[in-house]
């Protein structure tokens, strides 16, 4: 089912997807025979829109964000069709955003745009296991980082159809991919941020510090993957085309039994050498996505579940810094010393609640 493309709606719908998903620049136009048209350098997207149908502009282009990935299929008729289906249906499987519309260019042609998250480099191989499979070039599938926005028209047939799930598709967009701060995007329209290679390593800042827990031994289906590998955990592999999935269930298996992040890291640089292989390919701190997913959700759970649990034991350093300030607090200035000793006393029961010797501090 479709929308119709013409509505006041839908376009402000489009809009709105667009401005998400989309880069504030790096747009540029193409002419009919989807060639470049020199000179023609907007700087925005309404910029990008208003050169269509003057000179011999007939659509634009622009850059994804990082965060999301298009796929583009131009092998036409059921071929077409039965390819977006496979790479749509891997995506719903996987509880990726993503939306699907035709291209424009005639039946069986399409674009679709994902959010694909921990899962973008599997995603780029699904895409190049199914034009293996239907026996399609790169130029008939593959997957993008530029792609024409959903409010421009096709470059021949103009406006193209757009799907009946825009508006919900723009709620959940909305949910998993927040836009640039006005600052940000005016930095951006200055300066183009320079071009890296889509492999270049990655990661958070920091890896997060989980809530104290018993040191257990791992479940002896996670120590065997560890031990002899990935066929060793067969019992557990939910997503055999995946090596995602059953990497990240290992990653919680070590916050659950009780490891710091370097335990975990030293645990996965000395495992076999088909268990982790993805992690450390991709090192150390591209994993510190995965570990920060599981610490977040292990402790989010655990701080449900621990409604009754007698307070943890006292960490050493907090034992030697509750005796200095015991020592020294008297000596501090009259006017301030009470309200300090308060402040460090909840500074240091913190630490002893998420075991660690150094904290954030709410302001």
Not at 5 to 33: K, M, N, T, Y
Not at 146 to 156: D, E, I, T, V
């Amino acid at each position: 089912m479709l929308t119709d493309v013409g509505s006041p709606s839908a376009v402000a719908i489009c809009r709105q997807l667009d401005e998400l998903l989309f880069a504030p620049a790096g747009w540029f136009c193409i002419d009919a025979s989807n060639r470049r048209v020199p000179g023609a350098t907007p700087g925005t997207l309404d910029q990008a829109l208003a050169l269509i149908g003057h000179t011999a502009v007939a659509t634009v282009v622009g850059q994804l964000r990082p965060e999301a990935l298009g796929v583009d299929i131009d092998a036409g008729g059921e071929l077409g069709t039965e390819a977006a289906t496979a790479i749509a249906a891997w995506c719903a499987a996987r509880g990726l955003w993503h939306l699907q519309r035709a291209s424009g260019g005639g039946e069986g042609r399409w674009h679709l745009f994902v959010v694909p998250g921990v899962h973008a480099e599997d995603l780029v191989d699904h895409v190049a296991a199914v034009r293996r499979e239907l026996r399609l070039t790169a130029r008939q599938l593959d997957a993008r980082r530029q792609l024409r926005p959903l409010c421009a028209p096709h470059r021949r047939t103009g406006a193209a159809a757009l799907p009946a799930e825009l508006a919900e598709a723009a709620v959940a967009l909305r949910e998993v991919l927040q836009p640039p701060s006005g600052r940000v995007m005016a930095r951006r329209r200055a300066t183009p941020p320079p071009s890296r290679p889509a492999t270049a390593p990655s990661g958070p800042e920091g890896p997060l510090t989980p809530l104290r827990r018993q040191r257990r031994e791992l479940p002896p289906v996670w120590a065997a993957y560890l031990a002899r590998g990935r066929r060793a955990a067969a019992a557990v592999d939910r997503d055999p085309g995946s090596r995602s999935q059953l990497e990240l269930e290992a990653t919680c298996q070590l916050v659950l039994a009780g490891y710091s992040e370097p335990e975990a890291w030293a645990a996965i640089a000395s495992a076999h050498s088909t268990a982790f292989a993805k992690a450390r390919s991709r090192g150390r701190r591209w994993w510190w996505h995965t570990w920060n997913r599981c610490v977040h959700d292990c402790d989010t759970w655990l701080r449900a579940h621990r409604v009754d649990s007698p307070p943890s034991d006292p960490l050493p350093a907090t034992e030697r810094a509750r005796a200095e300030l015991a020592a020294h607090w008297r000596n501090w200035p009259t006017r301030t010393r009470h309200t300090d000793v308060e402040i460090y006393t909840v500074v240091l029961a913190r630490m002893d609640r998420t075991g660690a010797a150094a904290t954030a501090i709410p302001q």
